[in-house]
């Protein structure tokens, strides 16, 4: 940013002088700053709050009726979008399935024949 010059002072005023004053526009950069880690921060509450609810609900999900098994995925999920310990828990996760699912073979399908005795 270049330098800017501004009026301060109050001119209608007797015996009060008008300065000029000059900026280098590093005050811009500042505030800049200050915004973007205030935002950063929001996003960081915002996404802990979100995804830390849906997480609960799915653990509470074990012990009620539900969908637990889709809804814990989903907490870690919003929450990895933030927290690295939470994408490498859901990183895990994900290899652990693919392992179980690998070594059990694909679930039947409900009009597949029995498997003979």
Known sequence: MGKKTEKTGFPHCPGSGTTFVQ??????????SI????????????VAVLGGTVLLVGVAMILTPGPAILVIPVGLAILAVEFAWARNLLKSA???????????GPAASPGDPLPPA
């Open 94 to 104: 994900k290899s652990y399935v693919g392992r179980k699912t690998q070594k059990n």
């Open 35 to 46: 915004k973007t880690k205030s935002v950063s921060f929001v996003r960081k509450v915002v």
């Open 23 to 32: 900026r280098t526009g590093q005050e811009d950069g500042v505030w800049n």
